[in-house]
């Protein structure tokens, strides 16, 4: 088992008090599998991705990955399990805007020390970046930025891909040929794949499809 | 880990080049103000140190013959001999390879601690100076002095200017003379020593504050110089400041990636400390060689300067000095800490998931705005007490430092003010939305208008003690200055002849006494002057009895210069000893610029009668026929040199006090451009927040070149806002240079005079700064592509 | 560079005796070396030779006021020259300084001054004997008849010197050997001096009485190379015997002692290397220094076994070249008073 989360609960301060995101969710997820989260804006799917990523804290519960619970691992822990177990694809702002597209590939492998050049090139090729490898982020369109992101995800070999909504912000062919591309990268590293979206035909793609509604999983 | 995180920190100063430009040139240009103007003052200082040491003077008491240069050996001997414990020194001047040098003569066996070697910056061995005779001399003099004797000359930069330093049988030696010059008296005297009124009745004691009043007058001028470098670098650091901000808020994104790629949060701080303490050394570097060229450009002037002034003597080299070196790299880091701590410190407190778009990082909230008042209250307060009720130089300079600060940090909320005000009665909406807007930039753009502030203010308030002080000062040249041609006789003989021969051909002749001696409890020179119209016309006074010129011709009283009247706490009607017996009321207080020592005018006869050997050798003349005057003079035998022109000394002394300001003059001129660079960088860091602001207004129908326009204006506006408040500012920091820091460092009060028409060129200068400075941001403003400002609507930010 | 180092490094000559600074001490750069057999002839030895490196007139005195308080007193002036010769004015290369002291049993009282040879600030002349360094003087008719005045800024004193018995020849009649590998300077004393004046002290003038030691020495050679300083004992036992011994210090941890065996008529008898042998006792903490300030003394031979004790353990001699120099009383076998004077621990 990859991952297992038990009993998770989180709520943030609101404007009217104490408003609460997740409600005891429990999850697992093996080696490979893909996963898909679904459910309506405000309904935790993306607070649940971020704190399995270790990018938030977790009000009670527990995450276990590795053998280590991500809930209680303090800043330098979380840093070293997103530098080596896991990678997160935002929905944008993913790339380091001042450095052009081959380093920003390369730029996670380099932090964990995996860095494979060839691999990185691989990569670029199976996601038709090759051409655009001496450019920034900024002359790039949204879909070819996602795709670097994805690509620098994957030269960093995670064991778990933490993607929040990587397609929400293109339009839908774009999305359907990115996914594509992702989906099946994923599967030749042999990366499990945990995707929140709000999209149910992207979801049917994925292994696996859970629900969350009003913060619990249904 | 740590290389990738460096080179995407790098990347983004290889991406904004500009940026990184303008980080390290304002980083540098604090750093070489600051450092310029140390450089400048350590290198003096340094110089009074060597000169003060070698001197012996300052620090200890002397004796020195009463009259002539000579004191017998004999006599050195016989009060040791009675327990004095007394050094010897024997001075005087060579010509060599056609300049003069200093020889100065001293006996290590018997120095007391702090004078004789102890200048030298590598300690000679006892042997190699008393045994060989070896001279250390100012590299000035080292050269002429080794082809001219036979003894080995070292060169030491720590001997005063012009000066070597050597024991004193090698000085009596390359003097020829076996008399000495002074005697070097130790503070601790053991018991039962003779009097020296017995053992030596023709040497005089000499206190040893005496030799300090040269160093209170130049402290002055450093301490002013210290407090425009200070200034300078604090401008700086806004530019610094501005800088620093605007790349943490664009790195804002890649913070929040570079973390969630797991780069942990100390990890990066420790990256960007180590990034930012990188930028110190290389800027730091650069500023402190800036420095150096600055103050070696200057230098000539300030040497210039304070010998005219003060007849300190300052060496027009220039030495990398390890201190200052030193002083400028640590001023450097600290100006990034400070710079970079409140960037560091937003970028711990960052949620990991805050949002990656850049935000305004210094929009002031009500709360800010309200603590900047409240601590501008409290400086200002501050300041007020101890300009009021302080005493000594520092605590003034301390209280217009508060000034200020108070004033600066007043600035954003008098600012407001105006702009609100402005607001309530614009007329239409285009008006009031420019007005409104124009509001909402203040709190980014303050720290630069901060800094243009006090570089308005203190150009200001310069300039105007400058002018006040020339202003005077030449009115005091005309008085003093008054008789056509100084006639310089050789001896009192042919000062008798020049008498009798000028008597039937000049309108008057002013014969000019003076003795050196000492008056109300200081050092002071006392002349006696043959009262007549010239004096009657031309000597005001601060203060007087009616007819003080009068009093004085009939003996009856004295006039006193401002510096003895200020020191002595004496001022017209009291009664100053003018020699034992002879006490005389004040009849006038006169200003008297430019010198440290007090005087005191009393008739040519009562003079003669205090001191019946000392005879003119000196006379004023007023002639209608300068020319016809001059032939005549040169007909009776009297050499060209004899014969002075007043209206050179006229030129000359003015030129001395013009050098003077040259090196403040350049300061004010370098502090409001750098002033003008913290406008351009923090328009170009706010560039990137007000697309944003600006978008909707485009939107709502202005065209970018309206914007662009509008934009230039705003700047003007806020920096003419600016510049009215500084030139108050300005006046009373003038009046506190004037009426306090001037009275407390050279003992006498300017009057002040009011300039308009600089002020208005300042105030016009003030604004072209700023206008030069927001051209750039506003053309990029104006040509801001369409696509950019729509994407304000379409995405996160 | 400070006064101080200057002068430290000008005395350095006397500095290798007191501190075991010992690169001048057999290399004699011109200057004359003693040599054993050597005729002293007075008063002309009594006054100075400029061709030898270093010389000293050294004075101690155990004093007595009238209400039994015991005072030491010392009156030193040293001779160091850069180069074997006199010259008239201020090319001399002679360096004249000195030290005076008044032991009490509360306070140290030190004074220090520093002249030139050449121009008449300091110097000695045989006959009439006058020795004087500015305002201090040793001066009378003869060697055995002197008046010796010294002031500092916190004592002054004024005392009378009456000869009670004849000069002392140390080591080989004069010829003192201070190392194993034959360092030597001349080396006569006068330790019968009766004395009496006044010191001038914070607290007032006190009339005193006692007994004084004058030491003349000079030499151009001063140490060995392994030897680091050293402690020198002038005791006067009650049975109106003296004796006179040194102990040279060692960086090998052994020592070189000599001394003399001086009867209350002036016979003396000299001690080969090894019978006078002193062992410190107690250490004082001195200004942070760590002095011996009591010692057992013995002499097997003469029957001498007796404890030294320091009047005041801090009679630290704070002058350019520092050193500890004061008073003693002496228990034991033989009772008594002394001087001990002890260099080279700072």
Known sequence: ?218 | MNAAGLSALWSHWWRNKLQLATLLAGLALATALWSGVQAINSEARASYDAAAAVLGEGRFDQLVPASGDAIALETYVALRRAGWQVSPVVEGEIGVGGTRARIVGVDPLTAPGGSGTSVLTAPPEPQDFLGDGVIFAHPSVAEALTARVTQQVITDPGVAPDTALMDIGVAGQILDRSSLSRLIVWPEQPLGRGTLSEIAPELVRQGAQEGAEVGRLTDSFHLNLTAFGLLSFVVGLFIVHGTIGLAFEQRRGMVRTLRALGVPLNRLIALIALEMAGFAIVAGGIGVLMGYVIAAALLPDVAATLEGLYGAQISGALQLRPDWWLTGLGIAFAGTLIAASGALWRIAKMPLLASAGARAWSVASGRTRNLLGLSAVVFLATAAVLIAAGQGLLVAFAGLGALLFGAALALPALLDRALAIAERVAKGVRAQWFWSDTRQQVPGLSLALMALLLAAAANIGVSTMVSSFRLTFVDFLDQRLASDLYIQAEDAEQAARVEGFLEPRTSEIMPLLFVDTRLAAGSAELYGVRVGATYRENWGFLASTDAAWEQVAAGDAVVINEQMARRAGLWVNDELTIAPEVHLPIAGVFGDYGNPIGQAVISEALFLKLYPDIRPTRFGIRVADKDAARGALRDFGLNEPQIIDQQVIKDFSIGVFERTFTVTAALNILTLSVAGFAILTSLLTLAAIRVPQLAPAWAMGLTRADLGKLELLRAVILAALTMVLAIPLGLVLAWVLLAVVNVEAFGWRLPMFVFPLDYATLAGLGVLAAALAALWPARRLARTPPADLLKVFSNER | MSVKVFILALLLPVAALAQGFAGLGTDADGFTVPERGFEFQFPRDHGAHPDFRIEWWYLTANLEAEDGTPYGLQWTLFRSALAPEEAEGWESPQIWFAHAAVTTPEAHHVAERIARGGIGQAGVTAAPFDAWIDDWQMAGPNFEDMQLTATGTDFAYDMALLAQGPLIFQGDEGFSVKSEQGQASYYYSQPFFAIKGTLTLPEGEVAVTGEAWLDREWSSQPLADNQTGWDWFSLSFDDGTKMMGFRLRQTDGAHFTAGTWITPEGQTTPFENGVFKAEPLKVSDVDGRAIPTQWRVTVPQKGVDVTVNALNPNAWMDVNVPYWEGPVTVTGSHQGQGYLEMTGYE
């Open chain 1, 1 to 218: 088992m990859l991952l297992e989360v038990k009993n998770l609960t989180k709520s943030y301060a609101g404007p009217d008090g104490t408003v609460p995101v997740l409600r005891g969710v429990d999850l697992t997820l093996e080696a490979g599998e893909t996963l898909a989260l679904t459910g309506e804006s405000g309904s935790g799917k993306s607070t649940l991705l971020h704190l399995v990523g270790g990018l938030d804290y977790a009000d009670t519960g527990e995450i276990w990955m590795n053998g280590r619970d991500v809930a209680r691992l303090d800043d330098a822990g979380r840093a070293e399990l997103r530098r080596t177990k896991v990678g997160v694809i935002f929905q944008q702002f993913n790339l380091i805007p001042s450095m052009t597209v081959a380093a920003n590939i390369a730029f996670h492998a380099r932090l964990s020390d995996q860095n494979d050049a060839a691999r990185e090139a691989d990569l670029a090729h199976g996601l038709g970046l090759s051409e655009q490898l001496h450019k920034y982020p900024e002359q790039l369109s949204g879909g070819q930025q996602q795709r670097v992101a994805i690509a620098r995800t994957l030269a960093a070999r995670p064991a778990l891909i933490l993607a929040d909504e990587p397609t929400g912000n293109l339009d839908e062919g774009t999305a359907a040929e990115v996914i594509d591309q992702m989906l099946a990268l994923v599967a030749e590293a042999g990366s499990a794949l945990m995707m929140v979206t709000h999209s149910m035909a992207l979801a049917a793609r994925m292994g696996r499809q859970l629900h969350l509604s009003q913060g619990q999983l249904t």
